[in-house]
């Protein structure tokens, strides 16, 4: 055994280990405490039936008394828990109602405000209107006013004209008062307006014949430049066909010259295509059954006597050439 001096204690050395593991061996060792109490064996009584029931026994009462602590335990917080819910429910019921009440007081005040929101749009925009209404009004007063004051000037001023009008009715016998005056210049104003009417349409009857006149001479200033374009086209038409007339002349002149040629030699050979035959059928002894104008019998008829002078010369050649054969082989033979 080491002796350790007591002025020099061990150091106490921790085990390094992990901060949970520490925690969870924390933890299992406060749960020792709850764990059932197991006594050794020689503690124990010895295992007998009755032994053995009486402690079953005491375990159950101890349970029992337990089970009812429990029992009463979960009574009350059963009560307490029912007065909580039934508080809750009560909160519930209040907070939804205040929410109700909230929501319709909210609503009617958005509505409220929108009412007057909207009457207070309304009665600005009734107020411009009245307001514009009486600035027209107090320009009409002043138009209005303006036009008293010029009317009494003018009244001011055709007063003398009144009072020459009284004038002319003291001294005049055909006017008994102002009115026949009046009825007089009437007559003769409607007079000069009817006249002048009547000039006024005249002016204008005279004024679209005017325009009529030109539109029409317009018009047919036009049909004459269209004709005269037709007539110079025309004239150029005539004057191209006289050109290709001519040139049409020119052309039947020279073919007829042709026509003319090719009949003279289509009759030359006709006619040597008669002596031909002629002289054929003479030779041949037959005698001259072909009439002058059938040219195409004649054609056939020389043909015919052509083809047989062919196989002649052929069947003459053949012989003079077999007799110059046979008579190589008699010299060579009396040689």
Known sequence: MKIVAMNNP??????????????????????????????????????????HLALLQIKLHKTEKLLRQKRRNLVEVRKSLDEQWKDLDKKEESLRE???????????????????????????????????????????????????????????????????????????????????????????????????????????????????????????????????????NLQSRYENANIKALDCEQSVIHIKNHAVRLMFEIDEVKSSIWNVYVHMAHSKKHPVKIKKENIEEQMMYIKRTLTELSKVSQILKKRSKMNTKSEKSKSKSAE
Do not use: W
Not at 189 to 207: G, P, S, T
């Open 10 to 51: 061990p150091r106490i050395v921790f085990p390094k280990i992990k901060p949970e593991n520490a925690v969870l061996d924390l933890r299992k060792s406060k749960n020792i405490e709850k764990l059932d109490k197991v006594y050794p064996e020689f503690d124990v009584c010895q295992s007998d039936p009755k032994s």
């Open 98 to 232: 205040n929410f109700c009440h909230f929501d319709t007081f909210v609503r009617e005040n958005a509505e409220k405000r929108e009412r007057a929101s909207k009457k207070i749009k309304e009665d600005k925009l009734l107020a411009m209107q009245r307001q514009e209404e009486i600035n027209d009004c107090q320009a009409k007063y002043i138009e209005i006013k303006q036009a008293k004051f010029e009317m009494d000037m003018k009244i001011k001023e055709y007063r003398i004209y009144d009072e020459f009008l009284d004038k002319v009715i003291e001294t005049s016998d055909e006017f008994t008062s102002n009115q026949d005056m009046i009825n007089r210049y009437l007559s003769l104003l409607n007079a000069k307006n009817y006249l002048a009417k009547l000039q006024e349409d005249n002016l204008r009857a005279l004024e679209t014949a005017r325009s009529d006149m030109m539109k029409l001479i317009e018009e047919k200033n036009f049909i004459i430049m269209g004709l005269n374009n037709q007539i110079a």
